[in-house]
């Protein structure tokens, strides 16, 4: 039997959801029937609505979809100058005041406390920037991710802008696939460094050459062999990658090669495979992983070859996966893009670190003046929370790493700063178990001012997700922090499970679970002596991904212990019974909402 | 008039007639259960993954672990609250209060 969520999208989904959101902002809030709340809620995600947690009422995150987290300065001053003026709500945050974007980790962009009576407002700035919510969330097309310098990167093997463009033109606002049966998930990678990080993708076009028959071949091929044959760039396919619910699965190889030209093709092949064919019936099981786990890769070639598409799929062509360095974990090179680096056109383009991904308005409209002011035509968001620069000339560049707002979001940061990546957390979402950000901000400040990085480490990356869900990805970190619950001295506290060694490249792991409920005042004291430990039993320049790789499972568990320190935690107790954890008056019954549209409280039955 | 129960967000909720009314996260104490070898499961909710109605009372099948032993899985039947006959209000249970869950499948309804 279908799910309510299904029965709920066969009355009303898709482009139609917008002429009813149109009509609630109108009439407010609380025109929408009561009875109606949860179809409505589910609704308005494909729309980039998704309605806060309990005692946030009438509150919504609104995700704005930028593929391959591109932008021009314009649009990114667009996102700030509507941060600004509607994502405040009753209370600010302590360490991020009123006012604030965050980037997430698949290189979108949240806004929180959306009212929807400022809904077509927002919609009408945003769509006359060239920006758009469209199926930010809901069962569909997700945001496309892949590496935002695409065409500017030097040693990239292909450039792959013009194909997401091509994708997401096709497969927004697309009837065919506006309603599929839980989220899709697509990366396109045309580096050499892996940077869409493909292997946690539904579907992911991976880099590679093929060797075709020069009669097949043509003006892309780009050299001749001696036996005839001509080398084409393209892309292998894999699918069925995903991190939530503690299944994480890599992405699987279909055997197939694609090239540039074919990957709508394929795409629609896939997506439409995954429409007709998962589960509808089991929202848990309704994932492409899991229909890669029932029907095996050789199953869902064959169909999509038999099925979905008219040409005959080429075999795999040899992929660059050995050249992979995106979140590799190695000691030689950056696992980001944070940093000055070469341009293909001899200019550069700068990452710049930002603090768990989240940018004060301010900050952000400041951040596009100043892109804009050295000729910037590209802003990038990257999957590890991050914002770049691109195009600054040479002659440029001391003037830009001077600017002011550098100073906050640096190209060169402390290594602890620059690898703290978070999820949303209680501050806002119904399934975190925990506080996040704003705890990862308070570790990532206590670690740098009192613990020593290991000789030679620049790059060391510690994600933390406030629960299964994995959106701040913590299976693919140097050190993994997903939220739990633990008791100290008999009260219930927010606590971490403790990770360690995950990471892409050339040869993707997930993290190992070493250490278990470690209450969250105790994690800082539990990193300090886990790299006290790596730093002296290491072997010489040893990665700290490879040291962990080298140890068995008992050898990792007792390699340190959680401890008590100078850390201090705010927010030890149980934030998800408040009903905003910063608030003064933190009670769930103190909540304002829900709100009218000038957030004035509504009048309830109760 | 019946009782419409179903899970919401990846499990995150469980609404009750329309009204979003229980999330994830809360600790439950449960007795007389084979799901983990403590004389009592002190268990994380961490979503919820089967929803029913018997009679007034709202059942769920939850996910999740024992934060003593860390025992992981999903628990059988447990009583989440009651809808009062009268006034169709939803009255939760206390987690944190002594549960025993049933083997005993109610009318579940898919999430």
Same mark, same amino acid.
């Given at each position: 039997m279908p799910t309510k969520v299904e029965r709920w999208k066969d009355e009303t989904y898709g482009m139609e959801i917008r002429e009813h959101l149109e009509r609630f902002a109108q009439e407010g809030f609380d025109a929408i029937p009561e009875d109606e709340h949860d179809a409505w809620f589910e609704r308005f995600k494909w729309w980039g609505l998704y309605h806060q947690r309990k005692g946030q009422e009438s509150y919504f995150m609104m995700r704005i979809g930028t593929p391959m987290g591109r932008m021009t300065p314009e649009q990114l001053r667009t996102v700030g100058e509507v941060a600004r003026e509607y994502a405040t709500g009753p209370v600010s945050n302590p360490e991020f005041d009123d006012a604030y974007a965050d980037f997430t980790t698949r290189q979108s962009i949240q806004l929180h406390w959306i009212k929807i009576e400022d809904v077509p407002d927002i919609f009408d700035e945003l769509e006359s920037a060239g920006l758009s919510t469209i199926q930010a969330c809901g069962d569909s097309w997700r945001n496309i991710v892949g590496s935002p310098v695409a065409g500017r990167d030097a040693e990239e093997l292909l450039d792959v802008w013009p194909i997401v463009e091509e994708l997401h033109d096709r497969f927004k606002g697309n009837d065919l696939y506006t309603n599929l049966p839980r989220k899709w998930k697509v990366a396109v990678t045309g580096d050499r460094r892996g940077a869409g990080q493909g292997d946690i993708n539904d579907l992911a076009f991976e880099p590679a050459i093929k060797e075709i028959d020069v009669s097949e071949s043509d003006s892309e091929a780009r050299q001749t062999a001696s036996d005839g044959s001509e080398e084409v760039p393209g892309f292998n396919v894999t699918v069925g990658g995903g991190l939530a619910r503690k299944e994480p699965r890599l992405a699987r190889s279909i055997d197939v090669f694609c090239r540039p030209e074919n990957a709508a093709e394929v795409a629609a092949g896939l997506s439409g495979l995954f429409r007709d064919y998962g589960d509808r019936e089991d929202r848990f099981n309704a994932r492409m992983k899991f229909l890669v786990d029932e029907w095996g890769t050789e199953k869902i070639r064959s169909v999509l070859q038999e099925e979905y598409v008219e040409y005959e799929l080429p075999t795999a062509g040899q992929g660059l996966r050995e050249e992979y360095d995106y979140n590799a974990g190695r000691a030689d090179v950056p696992g980001d893009y944070v940093g000055v680096h070469d341009q293909a056109d001899g200019r550069n383009f700068v990452g710049l670190s930002v603090l768990v991904g989240r940018m004060a308005a301010e900050d952000v409209i400041e951040l596009a003046d100043v892109a804009e002011k050295y000729g910037s035509e590209m802003i990038g968001l990257t999957q590890r929370q991050n914002v770049i620069v691109g195009d600054i000339a040479d002659e440029d560049l001391d003037g830009f790493l001077e600017e002011p707002v550098l100073d906050d979001y640096s190209p060169d940061p402390h290594p602890f700063m620059q690898g703290s990546i978070a999820c949303t957390g209680t501050e806002y979402c119904s399934l975190s178990i925990v506080e996040t950000k704003n705890r990862m901000v308070r570790y990532a400040r206590w670690l740098t001012d009192n613990v020593a990085v290991p000789e030679g480490v620049s790059d060391f990356h510690i994600h933390l997700s406030g629960c299964t869900a994995s959106c701040a990805q913590?299976?693919?970190?140097?050190i993994s922090l997903r939220g739990m619950k633990t008791r100290k001295d008999g009260e219930a506290v927010e606590a971490f499970d403790v990770g360690l060694g995950g990471g892409l490249g050339e040869n993707p792991r997930f993290a190992d679970w070493v250490e278990m409920r470690v209450p969250a005042d105790e994690v800082p004291g539990y990193i300090a002596n886990l790299l006290e430990v790596y730093e002296s039993e290491r072997d010489g320049e040893e990665s700290f991904r490879s040291f962990v790789a080298d140890r068995e499972e008992d050898e990792l568990s007792s390699l340190a212990e959680p401890e008590e320190t100078s850390y201090e935690d705010p927010y030890l107790g149980n934030t998800k019974m408040t009903w905003y954890p910063y608030a003064e008056d933190d009670d769930m019954s103190a909540s304002p909402a829900p709100t009218n549209a000038n957030g004035e409280p509504l009048p309830t039955d109760d | 008039m019946p009782t419409d129960v179903h899970q919401l967000d990846d499990g995150a909720w469980i609404s009750v007639n329309d009204t979003r009314e229980v999330t994830v996260s809360d600790l439950w104490r449960l007795a007389g259960?084979?799901? %983990?070898? %403590?004389?009592?499961t002190d268990f994380l909710a961490e979503g919820f993954v089967e929803v029913g109605v018997d009679g007034a009372n709202v059942e769920v099948r939850i996910a999740g672990q024992c934060i003593q032993c860390g025992e992981s899985g999903v628990t059988d039947w447990l009583t989440l609250g009651r809808v009062e006959p009268e006034t169709a209000d939803f009255r939760p249970v206390v987690p944190e209060s002594v549960h025993r869950p049933s083997r005993r499948r109610r009318h579940a309804t898919s999430p």
């Open positions: 913590p299976q693919i970190a140097e | 259960t084979d799901f %983990c070898a %403590c004389r009592l």
